[in-house]
C-alpha cells in the first residue's frame, strides 16, 4: 500500500463524517426561525457527540441523555439512552468516533492547518488518556446523581459546564442568532467559550485532543472496545514487523501488539499502510485470506 491508497481512504472517511453530519444537523427552519427542533426525532440520541440545543439538531445529544439517567423526572428515558449507547458500543466501540462524530472531524480539519505540531510526551499522554474516563464517571455520573438543581432535577453536569461541542454547534449560534441571548451571556458562557478557544488552538497542534483526553462519550466507546463486533485483526503470519501501521496511527495506537486497543477510532488507516495486508478491518475480527487468494 502506498500514501494514494492512505489518502484515498481519509477521504471516503472524511465524506462520511461530514455527510452524517450534516445529515444529523438538518434542520434548516432552526437556523431560519430561530428555533430549536422539538419533533419526535428529538427523542431518538445520535451516536456522536452532537449537541441537543443546536439550531439545526434532529436528535439529541447522547451525553446529555445520559445524563438524564440521573434526572428522577426522566429516568425511564435514561435507561433507553444507556442501552441505545450499549447497543451502539458492543456493535462498533469507537468506530462512531472516528467515523460519525462531527466533532471528532472539526478537529481532524483543524489538525490540518500547517502550524507546527505538538508531541505530548509519551508518558504524559498515557496519564491524560485515563482524564476522559474520570469525567466520565465525575461529571456524567456521580455528579447529576449528587446534586439536584433548584427544581430537584439532576444538574447536566458536563453539557452545561465543560463540553466544547455544545458551545460551538448551539451556544455560539443562539447568541449570534437571538438578540435576546446575548443580554444572558454572563460568566458560565464566558468560561465554555474559553474552555472552545483552547479546545480548537489545541487541535490544530495535537490530533485531536479532545477525544483522547476529554471526552466522556469517547470513553463510555472504548469500555466495549475489546468486545465489539467492529474490530482489527492482525495475521501473524503475514506481518513482518514494518511499523508502517503504528507510524500512520495519529491516536499513538501501537497496532501490532494492541490493535483492538481502547483509543483506536477504527479510521483504517493502519490497514491501508500495510504492505503485507496483515491487517483486516471487519465485523468479527477473524484473520481472512488477502485478496485474491482462497
Known sequence: MDNKDIKKGMRKRKAVQ????LLQN????????????????KKLCVPGLNCHSCPGALGACP???????????????????????AMAGILAGRFVCGWLCLFGLIQELLYMIPVPKITVPEKADRKLRY?????????VVVLPLAYRGGSGS?????????????????????????DGMRGAVGGLFLWKSTLL?????????IYRPFCRYICPLGAFYAL??????TRLALDKSRCIDCGRC?????????????????????????????????????????????????
Request: glycine content about 12%; proline content about 4%; aromatic content about 14%.
Open 197 to 205: 478557544v483552547l479546545t480548537l488552538a489545541a487541535s490544530m497542534m
Open 63 to 85: 451525553i446529555g441523555g445520559l445524563q438524564s439517567l440521573f434526572d428522577g423526572r426522566r429516568r425511564q428515558t435514561g435507561f433507553y439512552v444507556l442501552g441505545w449507547l
Open 18 to 21: 461530514f455527510g452524517f453530519g
Open 154 to 178: 439532576g444538574v447536566p453536569f458536563f453539557c452545561k459546564y465543560i463540553c466544547p461541542a455544545g458551545t460551538l454547534e448551539a451556544g455560539v449560534p443562539l447568541v449570534l442568532l437571538w
Open 26 to 41: 438538518a434542520y434548516i427552519k432552526g437556523f431560519l426561525d430561530k428555533s430549536i427542533y422539538s419533533g419526535r426525532l
Open 131 to 139: 482524564l476522559k474516563y474520570v469525567i466520565l464517571a465525575l461529571f
Open 224 to 229: 466495549f472496545q475489546k468486545i465489539s463486533f
Open 246 to 294: 503504528t507510524a500512520v496511527c495519529k491516536m499513538g495506537v501501537n497496532v501490532t501488539h494492541d490493535p483492538n486497543s481502547a483509543e483506536c477510532i477504527r479510521c483504517g488507516e493502519c490497514v491501508s499502510a500495510c504492505p503485507e495486508k496483515a491487517l483486516h478491518f471487519g465485523y468479527d475480527g477473524r484473520v481472512r485470506p488477502a485478496d485474491g487468494e482462497a
